[in-house]
């Protein structure tokens, strides 16, 4: 399985970018989705995930209400779209895999496969 995150750069506070992140190489209803963030001199931590069938969401505190997850099985794609962007938002984001399906893990641990990460830069 492989991840390939895409859709960072650099953005004004206040303003969105939306996150993508294609899946290859088995269908992504194999899989729960989560999206984690890591700053410089900071650990990863967790933002969103969902479940197999998008039924299941979960998100950090620190973005409820500003970021949405959402998903495509059909064209194998992971989405989060980032409102509201804060100069705290800035990041490495990636996406990751969970073989459990129905869970929305937000430990890093519970994830099986991780893409290479994309960076989020939001300028004050």
């Known amino acids: 399985v492989q991840l390939q995150a895409s859709g960072g750069g650099l953005v004004q506070a206040g303003g969105s970018l939306r996150l993508s992140c294609a899946v290859s190489?088995?269908?992504?209803?194999?899989?729960?989705m989560g999206w984690f963030r890591q700053a410089p001199g900071k650990e990863r931590e967790f933002v969103a995930a969902?479940?197999?069938?998008?039924?299941?969401?979960n998100y950090a505190y620190s973005v409820n209400g500003r970021f949405t997850i959402s998903r495509d099985n059909a064209k194998n794609t992971v989405s989060l779209q980032m409102n509201s962007l804060k100069p705290e938002d800035t990041a490495v984001y990636y996406c990751?895999?969970?073989?459990?399906?129905?869970?929305?893990?937000?430990?890093?641990?519970?994830?099986?496969?991780w893409g290479q990460g994309t960076q989020v830069t939001v300028s004050s």
């Open positions: 990751a895999a969970d073989r459990s399906r129905e869970m929305v893990a937000n430990i890093p641990g519970s994830y099986d496969y």
């Open positions: 969902i479940s197999w069938s998008g039924f299941r969401r």
């Open positions: 190489g088995r269908t992504l209803s194999s899989y729960a």
